[in-house]
């Protein structure tokens, strides 16, 4: 026999495959006034990218319809203005505002039925105005209904705008604890409407400019400063400073996401999380009646005040933003925090979340961060006592 042509010698079959594959995302963020104005060219601009008019289920938060009711009108005249761009695909949704539209389920069944009787595709559109949780509601279902519609957010509050409605995350709120249910899922786009925000009220009003402070201190010390400086006018509710800090964090924000590396937090640390394990605790012991951006605050102070115990960062750094955030109007403290057992169980349940190894970022400087993975349970008391003292003078 030819050894040549002999047959080849069988080859035992790979166990596994493994390889790796990109995904190309774009993150849009607009930044405008009066997205409904007539002539505003804005959203024409962000739809047009296939056979127009797109169709498009509009969802609107309730607690906004009630501050601006004439905005409803508004929305439907610029659809009929736009009938060659835009199409309405179902009647106008309105969603009850706040955390109970993320508590109970019925807002998320009624969502995705309406989806499903407008005959929404994947390439229509999902059109969301309101809070982080209208948000954080509708971008779950347009997420989930046909495994992903498209989702424009128009955020309505400083948090929404400063910091989630510019983020990847959607979810409710299951079994008592807040986003158990959710997903990753960049939106279409995000636009960022200014003429919204005066007709807030001023706690939420407030409460968006604790999201900006963290992100100034984990990447920032320069927006930090300006924050600072800029803190009694936005008290003040001075648009200008305002919108500028508001539109500096959005963008932070967005290079995290797009920049970092890490969008859809695959591994263990949560930078953008910073103050949050005590914040998310605090939410839920006080039954939501705690702003997102109020626990936050409360949640930032603690965490720099155990760090300036346990030597981590310089005794100046806590003052200086418990100064800035009360400055600002924001609580640093709440009787909550006394509660420590439930309070530590949110260690606990941050850990459960990410799963794994507990991973918290702290700030050493405004502008440097850094992961620890465990936090001492004493000095986490001694830094309760410590914040109370602080808060009260
Ligand atoms: N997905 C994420 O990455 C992420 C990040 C941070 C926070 N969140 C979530 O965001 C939610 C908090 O969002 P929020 O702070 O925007 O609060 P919110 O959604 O509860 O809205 C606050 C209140 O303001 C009202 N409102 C909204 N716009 C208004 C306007 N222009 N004028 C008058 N009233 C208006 C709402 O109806 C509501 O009553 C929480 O559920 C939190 O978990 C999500
Ligand atoms: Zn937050």
Redesign the pocket.
């Known amino acids: 026999m030819n050894p040549e042509i002999a047959s080849p010698v069988p080859q035992t079959p790979p166990t596994h495959l493994c390889q790796p594959f990109q995904v190309q995302w774009q993150h849009r963020l607009y930044f405008a006034q009066n997205v409904f104005s007539l002539t505003s060219s804005v959203l024409p601009d962000v739809i047009a990218f296939d056979p127009l008019p797109a169709r498009v289920l509009v969802v609107v938060?309730?607690?906004?319809l009630?501050?601006?009711p004439q905005y409803l009108d508004e929305i439907i005249r610029f659809f009929q203005h736009h009938t060659a761009a835009l199409t309405l695909a179902g009647p106008i949704i309105q969603i009850p505002?706040?955390?109970l539209c993320?508590n109970d389920r019925r807002y998320f069944d009624l969502l995705c039925q309406a989806l499903h009787d407008a005959r929404l595709d994947r390439h229509s559109y999902v059109l969301v105005i309101?809070?982080?949780?209208?948000?954080?509601l509708t971008?779950f279902a347009a997420a989930i209904v046909h495994r992903g519609v498209r989702l424009i957010r128009i955020?309505?509050?400083t948090?929404?705008q400063a910091?989630?409605g510019v983020?990847?995350?959607?979810?409710i709120n299951a079994f008592g604890q807040?986003?158990f249910l959710?997903t990753f899922s960049p939106p279409w786009a995000v636009i960022n409407d200014e003429a919204?925000?005066p007709?807030?009220?001023h706690h939420?009003w407030i409460?968006?400019f604790s999201?900006a402070v963290k992100v100034a201190l984990l990447k920032d010390s320069a927006f930090f400063d300006q924050i600072q400086h800029h803190a009694p006018a936005i008290a003040q509710r001075h648009m200008p400073p305002a919108v500028a800090i508001i539109r500096r964090a959005a963008e932070l924000h967005l290079r995290h996401i797009t920049q970092g590396g890490d969008p859809f937090e695959l591994t263990r640390a949560r930078p953008l999380d910073f103050g949050h394990w005590s914040a998310h605790k605090l939410?839920s012991l006080s039954r939501f009646s705690l702003?997102?951006?109020h626990a936050v605050a409360i949640g930032l102070a603690l965490d720099l005040v155990y760090s300036e115990l346990i030597g981590l960062c310089t005794p100046p750094l806590a003052n200086q933003v418990i100064a800035c955030l009360k400055t600002l109007g924001l609580p640093v403290w709440h009787e909550l925090l006394t509660h420590t057992e439930p309070l530590l169980e949110g260690l606990e349940e941050f850990r459960e979340h990410l799963g794994g190894q507990l991973t918290i970022t702290l700030v050493r400087n405004p502008g440097e961060s850094l992961d620890v993975h465990e936090m001492d349970q004493s000095a986490i008391l001694r830094a309760v006592q410590k914040l109370a003292e602080i808060a009260s003078t």
């Open positions: 938060d309730q607690g906004l009630n501050a601006q505002s706040g955390e993320k309101g809070g982080g949780a209208v948000l954080d971008g955020p309505s509050t948090l929404a910091d989630s983020g990847v995350k959607n979810g807040k986003n959710g919204l925000l007709t807030l009220p939420h409460s968006g999201e939410e702003p997102h951006g």
